[in-house]
T-cell receptor
Framework: ETGVTQTPRHLVMGMTNKKSLKCEQH?????MYWYKQSAKKPLELMFV???????ENNSVPSRFSPECPNSSHLFLHLHTLQPEDSALYLC??????????????FGPGTRLTVT | GENVEQHPSTLSVQEGDSAVIKCTYS??????FPWYKQELGKGPQLIID?????GEKKDQRIAVTLNKTAKHFSLHITETQPEDSAVYFC??????????FGTGTRLQVFP
C-alpha cells in the first residue's frame, strides 16, 4: 500500500452519464495529481493541485472537471465522455509544497470503460 | 518540450540474470529521474530515483546510472527473480516541473 487510495477501482459508464472518481492520500502530502494511462502510451498528466490550488491543466477537455476540497482529497468529475476516454486513471501525491517535482506516490487507479 | 524514450519495450530474462532498461531524454535542464514499477492491477510504485548531481545510485539489487552528457539513464536489476516481472517506467523532469514518462518496458523473468 502506498498510502493513496482510489475509488471506485472499476467503472463502466455510458456516454451520457455523470460520475466522479475519488482519491484520498494519507501521507500528509501537499500536491496531488491526476494521470491518464492508455495502452502503449506514456502516462499523461491531466491536472496538478498544490496546496489545494490548481497549478497545471494540460489542456484537458472540459468533460473532465477536477476538484480538490482539501490537501487529502481529490476528485475527477466526468460527464459526456467519449469511448476514447476509456483508460486507467491514476491519482498521485507528492510532498512538494509548491508543485515542484519530487517523489510521487500513486494509487491503484480506476479502470474506466466508456460504452 | 521534454521527450523521454525508453528501450526495450519488452525484455525477457532467465531468473538470476541481469536486466538493463535504458532511457534517453531531450531537455538538458532535466534534473530528476525516477523509475517506477507497475504490477498488474496496481499503480506505478517508485523503486529508485536519481538527481543530476550524482552519477549512480544503488539499492540492493537495483541501480540507476545517469550520463548527463549523453542525456541517458539506465536501470540495472541484478540477480533477477520472478517477482521482478512487471512493467517498468522511467521519467524525467526539468524546468517544467512535470514528470515526463517513457512508454514502459515489460520485463518477464522466467524461472
Amino acid at each position: 500500500e502506498t498510502g493513496v487510495t482510489q475509488t471506485p477501482r472499476h467503472l463502466v459508464m455510458g456516454m451520457t452519464n455523470k460520475k466522479s472518481l475519488k482519491c484520498e492520500q494519507h501521507l500528509g502530502h501537499n500536491a496531488m495529481y491526476w494521470y491518464k494511462q492508455s495502452a502503449k502510451k506514456p502516462l499523461e498528466l491531466m491536472f496538478v493541485y498544490s496546496l489545494e490550488e490548481r497549478v497545471e491543466n494540460n489542456s484537458v477537455p472540459s468533460r473532465f472537471s477536477p476538484e480538490c476540497p482539501n490537501s487529502s482529497h481529490l476528485f475527477l468529475h466526468l460527464h459526456t465522455l467519449q469511448p476514447e476516454d476509456s483508460a486507467l486513471y491514476l491519482c498521485a501525491s507528492s510532498p512538494s509544497p509548491d508543485g515542484l517535482v519530487g517523489e510521487q506516490y500513486f494509487g491503484p487507479g480506476t479502470r474506466l470503460t466508456v460504452t | 518540450g521534454e521527450n523521454v524514450e525508453q528501450h526495450p519495450s519488452t525484455l525477457s530474462v532467465q531468473e538470476g540474470d541481469s536486466a538493463v532498461i535504458k532511457c534517453t531524454y531531450s531537455d538538458s535542464a532535466s534534473n530528476y529521474f525516477p523509475w517506477y514499477k507497475q504490477e498488474l492491477g496496481k499503480g506505478p510504485q517508485l523503486i529508485i530515483d536519481i538527481r543530476s548531481n550524482v552519477g549512480e545510485k544503488k539499492d540492493q539489487r537495483i541501480a540507476v546510472t545517469l550520463n548527463k552528457t549523453a542525456k541517458h539513464f539506465s536501470l540495472h536489476i541484478t540477480e533477477t527473480q520472478p517477482e521482478d516481472s512487471a512493467v517498468y517506467f522511467c521519467a524525467a523532469s526539468g524546468l517544467t516541473d512535470k514528470l515526463i514518462f517513457g512508454t514502459g518496458t515489460r520485463l518477464q523473468v522466467f524461472p
